[in-house]
């Protein structure tokens, strides 16, 4: 296990970034995070009262944190996580700004990782593939639409960061692993940014319509974020990692319209679903369809785990959380 190292969380506040930071306080780690805030102010404050006695908050964006440099010069392992992410603020509220921020963040990060001969890993999204519908090993070409379709726009940008990680490593060394993450989830996820579980119990446990864009034969498949947790953890120890792109992602793939008669199931809810045309949500253009299994050899041969959280145990787990 990653023990008694110095470590940068980027977007440490986030959903992952709390659950990573958990986890590695158990290990005697030093941890630094640095988050902006940008999601559920509540919550957030709350986690940075409960543990500020062990962990170094920096309240920040990461372009405009003059420090930067210096924070990266302390640590030994970088977990890049912070990103503009979430349709919400993708398409609907700050379409140029994601892109801006996400590419100038990581450039940051990449170039100090690189002068500071930092280990790092960078988390990528299964967006990457587009609606390619096989198997998804992590070299198939990817699918994606048009530029002039906003939905896209996170896939491309990740992409273009994922370019600049292989550059940086063919060219300058950098110590860098991306990882492809197939739709974490799990206990303590907002609903706040439109993601579907998430949102889905909110409508369910409230007795509001289950909304479920297109004709939610599209589908997903869903990672338990303590597993994403243990491979992030295990592939950050892995030398044989540098330069690579690897999926985490999990074992069933599900249609959004099975997925929200589950939830209504397990909640017991009288909730009904109600279908919202994707143009609605994704703008002109929009499409959304089948995506592929991850092949989950890569990971496998580099780490010898693979995810292995079913999703209805996934369900019942978020499920009790939200009881209590
Ligand atoms: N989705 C839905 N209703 C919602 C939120 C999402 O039908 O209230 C669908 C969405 O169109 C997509 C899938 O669920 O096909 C997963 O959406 P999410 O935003 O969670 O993740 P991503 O699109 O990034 O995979």
């Known amino acids: 296990m990653v023990k008694n190292k110095k470590i940068l969380i980027t977007g440490g506040l986030g959903f992952i970034g709390t659950h990573l930071a958990k986890e590695l306080l158990k290990y005697s780690n030093t941890i630094y995070l640095i988050d902006n805030f940008s999601t559920r102010k509540k919550s957030k404050i709350e ?10 908050f920096i309240k920040s964006g990461i372009s405009n944190y003059k420090e930067l440099p210096n924070l990266i010069k302390k640590v030994d392992i970088v977990y890049h996580l912070a990103a503009s992410m979430g349709v919400e603020n993708i398409i609907k509220k700050q379409p140029t700004n994601s892109i801006l921020n996400n590419l100038r963040s990581t450039e940051l990060i990449f170039q100090y990782c690189a002068q500071f001969n930092k280990r790092i890993i960078f988390t990528s999204s299964s967006e990457v593939y587009g609606l390619n519908a ?17 939905r896209w726009n996170y896939a491309y940008t990740k ?3 994922e370019f600049l990680a292989m550059s940086y490593f063919r060219e300058k060394k950098l110590k860098v692993t991306v990882v492809r993450l197939f739709n974490t989830v799990g206990e303590g996820q907002t609903n706040k940014n439109g993601m579907v579980i998430a949102s889905f119990f909110a409508q369910a446990l409230k007795g509001e319509s289950i909304t479920v864009y297109g004709d939610g034969k599209q589908s997903r498949t869903f990672t338990y974020v303590k597993d994403v947790i243990y491979s992030l953890l295990k592939l950050s120890l892995s030398k044989n990692s540098y330069g690579e792109i690897v999926n985490i992602g999990g074992l069933n793939k599900i249609s959004i319209i099975f997925l929200a008669k589950k939830i209504i199931k397990i909640t017991k809810s009288k909730s009904k679903i109600k279908f919202i045309k994707l143009k609605k949500i994704y703008g002109e253009g929009a499409e959304d369809g089948k995506q592929g299994m991850p092949s989950l050899k890569k990971l496998e041969h580099l780490i010898n785990y693979r995810p292995n959280t079913k999703l209805d145990e996934i369900l019942k787990i978020i499920f009790k959380k939200k009881k209590v």
């Open 159 to 161: 992409l273009t960061e």
């Open 47 to 56: 986690f940075v009262n409960k543990y500020k006695k062990k962990i170094y």
């Open 134 to 150: 096989k198997t998804l090993v992590e070299d198939a070409r990817p699918n994606l639409g048009n530029p002039k379709i906003v």
